[in-house]
C-alpha cells in the first residue's frame, strides 16, 4: 500500500518537472521576454542562444565565424560586407532561410520602433554605421557601412545583441506584436510558464555550420542530442543543491562554496567554467587621493594577485592583470606582464605620491553569483598591509550601479560580463568621462588606441594595438584587473558533453545516459 | 451590518491613500535607476535618459504620482518595468498562488492550535500544558527557512515522498498540485502553530479565571459544557484576532518560503521587483498587501460576532 502510494505521489510528482527526456537546467531567475535583444539580460541571452543563430558567430577563442552565412566577402575599400548564406537552413517553422529574411531581420532591427539593445551601435551614433542592408538573389546578402569597422563582425555577433539573431518573419504577428521566436538554432521556443520554466524543444530539422565534429562557442557542431530543455527558475542556492542531489537537476549554476561537498557525491560531476567575464578594482581616476598615479600603482602592488584569487574564487580562477581574457586569441606575453607583488615598492610609491592615510572605500554588493565581496575584503586587507586607509561599503547591485553611473565612488570591486572582443571590453571603461561618467580612464591616449582598435581590422595590427594599450595601463594603472570571470557548474554524472560555455550553459552536443 | 461594512470601507480609503503616498515616495527614495538596470551595462547615458523619458521617469515625483493615482482610479496599474506585463494581471495572479498556500496553512494551523491551546489551558501546569507550552516555543522559533529547508531534505531528498522543486497550478492539474503545496504549507502550519498555540492558551487562561466559569462549574454543567459554551466562544475573540493578523501578515511576505519551494507566489515577485526597481510591480504589490490587510481585518470583524455574541458590528 506504502509502495503504491509513493509511486502515485512520484508519478504526480513529475507531471509538473519534465517530460521524458528533457534535460532540467537550473536558472536564477525568469527571462526577461522573448524577443531575441530587445528586452533582455544575460539569462535570457544564454536561453536565446539556443533559439536563434546570426550571419556570424563567436567561438570559444573570441574569434567570429560563419554561421548562418558560410562565408563573408570584404569589399577592397573594407565598406561592403557580402555574406553567402548557407543553403538547406530551416526555420523551426519548416520555411527556408532566404536573403529576403535577412534583409527583413535587419530592417527591423535597425527600426528604432524595435528597441534593440544595439541600434545605437549600428546606426552611426555609436562604432558602426549601416548605410545600406539588400539581398542579391536568393542567398546573398550586402551590407554597406558608412566607415570600415574593425569590429563589425563582432558587434553582430555578441549575447546583448540578441546574436542578431535570425528570426522567421512569422514570429512577429500582423499587427507588430512579438510571438514568439522562430529561429534557425538547433532547439525551438515550446513553452513558457512565467515564474516558473521555459521549455525548448529539438529541432529535428537542424543543420550544423560547418565544422571539424566538436562545438566550438556559437559555432562547431551544434547537433541537439536531447529531446528538449527545461530552464527552471530557482533563486535559491540550498534548493538547487537539493535538485541536483535529487536528480530532478541534470544541470545548474552552484556557489564555488559548494565544490568539496559536491565532489563527494558520485552522481554529480563538478565543472569549472571560465568566462571572458572581468573581475577587477573599477578606480575612480578623478578622485583626489585616487587621481595620482602613484597612489593607483601602489593598490596594484600591494595586491598579491595569485593568493586573492584563489580566496575570492575558491580556488577556480587564475590570476590574470590584463583587461584582454586569458582564452583569447590576442592574450600574449605582453598581457601576461603586471605589476610586481611588492609592499616595500608600494609604500615608496604612496610616499613619493604624498598620500597621508587618507580614507579610500571599496564599493562591493552581495549578489550571491558574483565575489564583488569577497575581492574587497581581500584586498582591503592586503592594501592595509602598504598603508593604505582601506574600508568597505557594501551596497545592494542597483545602488552599486547606480554609483558607477554617477561617477561617485573611488573604488568599486566590480565585474564585468562576457565581452569577447577586446575593443568591445574597452568601450566599457574607457572614454570621456565629461559625456559618460561610468567611464573609468579617460587618457587621451589610451582613447585613441581603442578607437583604433575599433576601427583596425587586422588581426596582427589590433594585436600590436592592444599590447600597446596594456603597457600603458601598466604604467597609469587606472584600475586593477585581477582574474577572469570563473563559474561553478554541477551536473548529474548522467551528462555526457560539455554544457558551459563563456561560464554559461550550452546544451548541444550534450546529452544525457539512461 | 451593511451600515458598518459601509463605513469600514469608506473609513480603509485614508488608509489606502496614505499608503499609496508611502509606498510610492519610498520606493523612489531607494537608490537604482530601474532604466540602467533594464538596460544593463552596455548602454550609454543618452539610451538610459531615453528610456527615463519613455517610462515617465523625468518628470517630477509628484506629476508621477498624479499620473500613477489618476491610472489606478481607472483601473490600470501600469505595465511592469522589467518584462512589460499588466501590473494588475501580474501581481493578481502571484497573489492567489500566494494566498492559496498562506490560506490553506493558517485554516490548518487555526484548527490545530486552537484546541491545543484551550487544552493547555485546561491543563495548566500538567504534564501535556508543559509538552504543548515547549512545542509551541519550539516551533515559534524556528526560522521558517531552516525549517523548509529540512522538510525538504527529509521529504523531497531522503525519503522521496514529495518533489523537491518544481510548481504546478491547482488549476492545471489538482492532484500534482495539491503534492507541491504539501511542503510549504507545512512550513508554514508548524511554525504559525506554535504562535497561535500560544495566544489560544493564553487567552483561554483568562477566561477561566473568570467568575462566571466557576458559576458555571457550581451549576454542575460537564467539564465539555463549561468549555465549549462558556469558555471557547468568550477566549476565541483575541485568537481569531491574532489569525486574521497572521493572515495579512503572511499574504504579502511568504517570499523565503517561495523562494526556498520555487513558488512563484507574490513574495517572490516583490523582492525580484525590489532589486530590479520595478517601480510599477512594487507599487501593485504593496498596494494589493495593504487591500488585502483592509479585507481580512473587516472580514475578521464581521465574523467576530458569531463567536462572541457581546460584539455586535454596528
Known sequence: ?514 | MLRFTLNRLVMAVPTLVLVSIAVFSLVRLIPGDPAALMLGDIAQPDQIAALRVDLGLDKSIVQQFVIWTGNVLRGDFGRSIVNGEPVFALVTERFLVSAQIVVLAVALAGCLAVPAGVIAAWRQNSLADLVLVGSATVLLSIPTFWLGLLLLLLFGLKLGWLPVLGYVSIRDNIAAGLIYLVLPVMTLVIHETGALIRMSRASTLEVLRLDYVTHARAKGLSEAAVLWKHVFRNAFGPTWTMIGLILGHLLGGIAVIETVFTVPGLGRLMVDSILARDYPVIQGCLLLVAVSYVVINLFVDLLYPIFDPRVVAE
Open chain 1, 1 to 514: 500500500m506504502k509502495t503504491i502510494l509513493i509511486a502515485g505521489i512520484a508519478s504526480l510528482a513529475l507531471t509538473g518537472t519534465a517530460c521524458a527526456r528533457d534535460l532540467v537546467v537550473a536558472q536564477s531567475q525568469d527571462l526577461r521576454s522573448n524577443i531575441p535583444g530587445v528586452n533582455r539580460d544575460g539569462t535570457t541571452d544564454h536561453v536565446m542562444l539556443h533559439i536563434v543563430e546570426g550571419l556570424v558567430g563567436y567561438t570559444a577563442g573570441g574569434q567570429v565565424k560563419p554561421l548562418l552565412a558560410k562565408s563573408v566577402d570584404l569589399s577592397s575599400d573594407r565598406r561592403t560586407y557580402t555574406f553567402h548564406l548557407r543553403q538547406g537552413v530551416h526555420f523551426h517553422n519548416g520555411k527556408v532561410l532566404t536573403a529576403d529574411d535577412v534583409v527583413w531581420n535587419w530592417r527591423r532591427y535597425l527600426d528604432p520602433a524595435t528597441k534593440w539593445t544595439c541600434l545605437r551601435d549600428f546606426n552611426g551614433k555609436g562604432a558602426v554605421h549601416i548605410t545600406d542592408v539588400k539581398a542579391v538573389g536568393s542567398d546573398t546578402v550586402t551590407m554597406s557601412l558608412e566607415k570600415p569597422s574593425g569590429i563589425f563582425l563582432a558587434l553582430m555577433a555578441r549575447a546583448e545583441c540578441g546574436f542578431s539573431g535570425i528570426i522567421s518573419p512569422d514570429s512577429v504577428a500582423a499587427d507588430g506584436t512579438f510571438k514568439e521566436p522562430i529561429g534557425t538554432g538547433p532547439f525551438k521556443w515550446a513553452e513558457w510558464k512565467k515564474g516558473q520554466y521555459v521549455r525548448l524543444a529539438k529541432f529535428d530539422g537542424y543543420v550544423s555550420p560547418d565544422n571539424d565534429g566538436k562545438p566550438d562557442g556559437a559555432v562547431g557542431s551544434k547537433r541537439p542530442l536531447v529531446d528538449g530543455i527545461k530552464f527552471m527558475d530557482i533563486p535559491d542556492a540550498a534548493t538547487v543543491k537539493a535538485g541536483l542531489e535529487s536528480g530532478v537537476l541534470d544541470l545548474a549554476e552552484v556557489p564555488s562554496d559548494l565544490i568539496t561537498e559536491l565532489k563527494r557525491n558520485k552522481k554529480i560531476r563538478v565543472i569549472v567554467g571560465h568566462s571572458s567575464g572581468k573581475n577587477l578594482l573599477y578606480m575612480q581616476t578623478r578622485d583626489p587621493v585616487l587621481s595620482k598615479p602613484g597612489v593607483r600603482r601602489a593598490i596594484a602592488m600591494s595586491l598579491d594577485l595569485p593568493q586573492l584569487t584563489a580566496a575570492a574564487s575558491n580556488g577556480t580562477g587564475e590570476p590574470n592583470g590584463s583587461a584582454i581574457p586569458q582564452r583569447s586569441s590576442y592574450y600574449d606575453d605582453v598581457q601576461k606582464r603586471r605589476l610586481p607583488y611588492d609592499i616595500a615598492a608600494a609604500k615608496k610609491e604612496l610616499a613619493a605620491a604624498g598620500y597621508k592615510s587618507e580614507p579610500i572605500t571599496i564599493i562591493a554588493n552581495k549578489r550571491s553569483n558574483l565575489p564583488s565581496f569577497q575581492m574587497a575584503v581581500i584586498a582591503q586587507a592586503m592594501m592595509q598591509q602598504a598603508g593604505l586607509n582601506v574600508k568597505i561599503e557594501v551596497l545592494d547591485f542597483a545602488t552599486q550601479v547606480d554609483r558607477r553611473r554617477s561617477g561617485k565612488y573611488q573604488i568599486i570591486s566590480q565585474t564585468i560580463a562576457p565581452r569577447l572582443d577586446p575593443a568591445l571590453l574597452y568601450e566599457f571603461f574607457v572614454g570621456d568621462k565629461n559625456k559618460n561618467a561610468s567611464l573609468m580612464w579617460d587618457d587621451p591616449k589610451a582613447i585613441a588606441l581603442m578607437n583604433a582598435a575599433i576601427e583596425e581590422a587586422d588581426p596582427a595590427k589590433r594585436q600590436a594595438i592592444f599590447d600597446q594599450f596594456h603597457e600603458l595601463m601598466l604604467k597609469e594603472m587606472p584600475g586593477v584587473f585581477l582574474y577572469d570571470m570563473s563559474i561553478v557548474w554541477a551536473s548529474t554524472s548522467k551528462l555526457v558533453g560539455d554544457p558551459v560555455w563563456e561560464g554559461n550553459a550550452r546544451l548541444w552536443e550534450v546529452s544525457l545516459t539512461p
